[in-house]
């Protein structure tokens, strides 16, 4: 069974970066798609950004051009650049596999962008 086990969460001043790791144990070269997710405190879970294997991407407007999603398959591991940050991606973060490849969540990783 595939596990996705989150990094590289913490406390960061607006306008700052930081870099999330996931780490993927099990058939991470059968995950086509993958994800990082975000969910606010009150809020739903949302996809933020995306990959799959060929090396296409999105993004949730929010994040379009501050974040890149990139995976390293040798390494089985997916990361997320987090640029300019604002207050209002203060959230827990997951990676997950999409749709059809969507596994058991992780612990997930705190972001919190405050002054």
């Known amino acids: 069974q595939v596990q996705f086990v989150e990094s590289g969460g913490g406390l960061v001043q607006p306008g700052g970066s930081l870099r999330l790791s996931c780490a993927v144990s099990?058939?991470?070269?059968?995950?086509?798609?993958m994800g990082w997710y975000r969910q606010a405190p009150g809020k739903q879970r949302e996809l933020v950004a995306g990959?799959?294997?060929?090396?296409?991407?999105n993004y949730a407007d929010s994040v379009k051009g501050r974040f890149t999603i990139s995976r390293d398959n040798a390494k089985n591991a997916v990361y997320l650049q987090m640029n300019s940050l604002k207050p209002e991606d203060t959230a827990v973060y997951y990676c997950?596999?999409?749709?059809?490849?969507?596994?058991?969540w992780g612990q997930g990783t705190q972001v919190t962008v405050s002054s």
């Open positions: 997950n596999g999409m749709g059809l490849w969507e596994g058991s």
């Open positions: 099990g058939s991470f070269f059968s995950i086509r798609g």
């Open positions: 990959i799959i294997s060929a090396g296409s991407t």
